[in-house]
């Protein structure tokens, strides 16, 4: 209890009294103190090893310029060039702080009490937390079984049937974190033909760039038929400017005129905006970025499975990895040795962990390290 007396959490609503704050994982810059940030190999928030295009660092440097100036409050020169990228107009667009915080205003702007919010078993952890804050009733749909071609991955189907006249809001993540999973075109198309017209479908897509498997398409094809569909992007990922917080949400414009009047006029700072413009003009960079990171997860995965481990199928930057009953010695193990992945205990997948693909180094000192507390054990 503070001076005054006063409790703060009686004052707060519901659904913020039983919200608890995201969990990062580890304390990285305590571990980063610990064991010199250039020796701690850091697998454990998706970070894109390869680092964004040289262009950017040109870009961030000209525009600290002008840093004493307010940001471009509308984010023009971005939107127009995400505008050609995606064939969509300006007001189809929305910048964020990061996707992160659009994810959480549209519950905040759609959904709230007396509502429900619908999302899969093993989603993003931030879809639960929306709703919370937002104070809707958080609905988790069954994800597919383990022994399933797609294990612990969207079942649209049963996200469908989860759907009830008081749901306002669907998020699907595709790919999905931290799973790596993914759904098909069809499959969208069916579930989108399914929802009824005022209940809001949000498709996280914060790795889309990553994704290359023959079946997957974003979900962008879509809106021009469905005024109820929301993609979210990020430039955390692939583009790698994950400090920056820049993300994006295109939709109907009706949708995004609601949303900028709730937007904070100056959401995304200028670094972000110029930044986010330079990455977006070098397509070669991103594209080697991109094939890079297949290369080295399939190699990881490969290196994994050989050791016996359960590794489920990826369309991202990460791996989830079936480590069994001893995932957490093995975990903290690796930490004690400055490796550092996610435990997926916060998930209820307990015996696995969200494995980073790294570069070439790190995931060798990675393996390096599974394979020393192995043998200690
Ligand atoms: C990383 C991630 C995001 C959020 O990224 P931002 O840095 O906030 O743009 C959103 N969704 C998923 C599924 C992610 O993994």
């Not at 009830?164 to 759904?183: H, K, M, S």
């Not at 917080?245 to 900028?260: D, F, K, Q, S, T």
Request: hydrophobic content about 45%; charged content about 20%.
């Amino acid at each position: 209890m503070n001076p005054g007396g006063i409790d703060f959490e009686r004052l707060t609503s519901d659904g913020i009294r039983r919200l608890r704050a995201y969990d990062p994982g580890h304390d990285l810059i305590a571990l980063r103190q610990r064991f010199g940030a250039d020796r701690l190999v850091e697998l454990g928030s998706n970070e894109n090893p390869y680092g964004p295009s040289p262009r950017v660092r040109e870009a961030v440097l000209a525009a600290l310029a002008d840093i004493h100036r307010y940001p471009d409050p509308l984010g023009s020169g971005l939107k127009r060039a995400l505008a050609a990228k995606h064939g969509v107009t300006l007001p189809q667009l929305l910048l964020g702080n990061g996707s992160h915080e659009l994810l959480m205003q549209f519950a905040q702007v759609f959904a709230g009490l007396d509502s429900s919010i619908v999302a899969s078993q093993y989603g993003f952890a931030v879809y639960a937390l929306a709703a919370q804050a937002s104070g809707a009733r958080f609905v988790a749909a069954p994800a597919f079984p383990r022994g399933h071609a797609m294990p612990h991955g969207h079942d649209l189907d049963a996200i469908a049937t989860a759907i009830e006249p008081a749901t306002r809001l669907v998020y699907l993540a595709n790919p999905n974190n931290p799973t790596g999973t993914w759904f098909g075109a069809p499959a969208l198309a069916a579930f989108m033909a399914k929802v009824p017209g005022d209940v809001l479908v949000v498709v996280d897509e914060a790795y889309a760039e990553l994704a290359d498997a023959p079946d997957y398409a974003s979900a962008i094809s879509l809106l021009a038929r469905y005024p109820n569909l929301v993609v979210t992007r990020t430039f955390s990922k692939a583009y790698a400017l994950a400090a920056l917080r820049i993300g994006y949400a295109v939709a109907h414009p009706a949708l995004i005129a609601v949303m900028e009047r709730v937007r904070e006029s100056f959401n995304v700072n200028a670094l972000g905006l110029a930044a986010a413009e330079a990455a977006l003009a070098d397509e070669e960079h991103l594209r080697l970025g991109c094939a890079g990171n297949l290369e080295r997860r399939e190699a990881l995965a490969r290196d994994l499975r050989e050791r016996g481990y359960a590794v489920y199928p990826s369309q991202t930057n990460f791996l989830l990895t079936e480590f069994g009953p001893r995932s957490v010695a093995l975990e903290s193990g690796l930490v004690a040795r400055g490796v550092v992945l996610r435990p997926m205990v916060g998930y209820g997948l307990p015996e696995c962990l969200r494995i980073t693909v790294g570069d070439a180094a790190e995931n060798a000192r990675l393996l390096q390290a599974i394979d020393e507390v192995r043998h200690e054990h």
